[in-house]
DNA sequence: AACGAGCGCAACCGCAATGAC
DNA sequence: AGTCATTGCGGTTGCGCTCGT
């Protein structure tokens, strides 16, 4: 049996609010109070749903509501609470008096995300004595072609979409998207056949040995063949639809190659990955909650992989294999380290102490900035 | 000046949770 | 215990405004 509709839809007005019916509304529910949602268009003279009467007075027309722009302290608050309750915007909100949770979200999603990714992909090297590569796109354009709401559905995550390759619905990279790779990173890029290994270090690699990186520096042992030369044709390839590049990943100590883009296909093929390496694989790939984020606001895998690059890159990397669980957020793996299960940072001296209070907030400075 | 893409906000939709019966 | 109404929440969409071309 199909759940009874809120309210008849014949006769009920929808779109935006008039200050008439602002008005009726606040009148009724000052003298009346608030709840009987269902009955109260009904009793007020209002031609609306009892759930757009809520809507309109929890989130607009509440004398305790605070009016105005989201305040550098209300939006690192919010940064903060995302990183530990996710979307739970209602508890967000309720620890900011007098804001909404469609407000916050609305913030969240048109503000503080796009500051969150581009804070990933764009931020040169700052502490890492790495030198960082960095792939400049065209000068900022605005891209043509509307963005359709579609396309900016977030993702779910699917080895199958794991292919380093542009699909014809995939839209180009960000024209103003500085891409930070690292030089050190374990990306091997198969080219045609040939191996062209990139770097002896990746956050793969961290799913050996308890998480510790043991490659962030020069003195890693895992896989650590060093790095000559990485250029941006490299990111050209992965980014690039005709060619069928491949990205791999070498994984800790055996430093066997991963063919993410032949993952699936790779599955249980020794020969492709040994049972260590695919468990560390699929403990990484299988992160719904590592990956939703990014899936949020990228479209292509590719971007995820060197996104985590860079956070590695600014020493705010962490165990991606001990996720925390039940949170969603990206940033709060950042910055939690009091749980045995959290890195706050990592390198190979410091591995799995929290951020402390200095750097906590010069990462929210960053990601504010 | 005109056009149109992109953005931000307000509102809607559908599902989950809760409570009454 | 099961059913249904109501409320609450998060995701998504529609639309108007802004700004680049």
């Not at 003298?31 to 609306?48: D, F, I, V």
């Not at 040169?124 to 963005?147: E, L, N």
């Not at 962030?216 to 639809?241: A, H, M, P, Q, R």
């Amino acid at each position: 049996m199909g759940r009874a509709p809120c309210c008849e839809k014949v006769g009920i007005k929808r779109g935006r609010w008039t200050a008439e019916e602002d008005q009726i509304l606040s009148s009724y529910i000052q003298s009346n109070g608030e709840g009987s949602w269902r009955s109260l268009p009904k009793n007020a003279g209002l031609k609306r749903c009892g759930k757009s009467c809520r809507l309109r007075w929890i989130n607009y027309l509440r004398s305790d509501l605070k009016r105005g722009n989201i305040t550098p302290e209300e939006e690192q608050l919010v940064v903060k609470l995302h990183s530990t309750l996710g979307n739970r915007w209602s508890l967000i909100a309720s620890q900011l008096p007098g804001r909404t949770d469609n407000e916050i979200k609305n913030y969240w999603n048109s503000h503080l995300r796009r500051k969150l990714h581009n804070f990933i992909i764009r931020k040169p090297s700052i502490s890492h004595d790495v030198p960082a590569v960095i792939i400049k796109a065209p000068p900022t354009k605005r891209r043509p072609g509307r963005t359709s709401r579609s396309a900016m559905k977030p993702k779910t995550h699917n080895p199958k979409n794991l292919k380093m390759k542009k699909t014809p619905e995939s839209p180009e990279p960000e024209a103003n998207v500085a891409v930070t790779v690292v030089a050190q990173e374990a990306l091997m890029i198969e080219l045609n056949g040939a191996e062209a290994e990139l770097g002896p270090c990746n956050y793969y690699g961290t799913c050996h040995e308890g998480g510790a990186c043991g490659n962030n520096n020069n003195n890693s042992t895992d896989g650590d063949k060093g790095v000559s030369s990485f250029d941006e044709n490299i990111i050209d390839l992965l980014l690039d639809e005709s060619e069928p590049s491949h990205v791999f990943t070498s994984c800790g100590g055996n430093a066997e190659l991963n063919n993410l883009g032949d993952y699936e296909q790779a599955k249980g093929s020794s020969e492709i990955l040994n049972q260590e390496n695919l468990d560390c694989l699929q403990s990484c790939l299988s992160m719904e909650s590592f990956l939703n984020y990014e899936h949020q606001v990228n479209n292509a895998f590719t971007d995820e992989f060197i996104d985590w690059d860079c956070v590695w890159q600014q020493g705010y990397d962490n165990n991606i294999c001990d996720e925390k669980e039940g949170s969603d957020s990206m940033v709060s793996w950042l910055l939690d380290g009091d749980d045995e299960a959290t890195i706050g940072k990592s390198n190979c001296e410091n591995f799995g102490e929290p951020l402390d209070h200095d750097e906590e907030n010069a990462l929210f400075a960053w990601l504010l900035s």
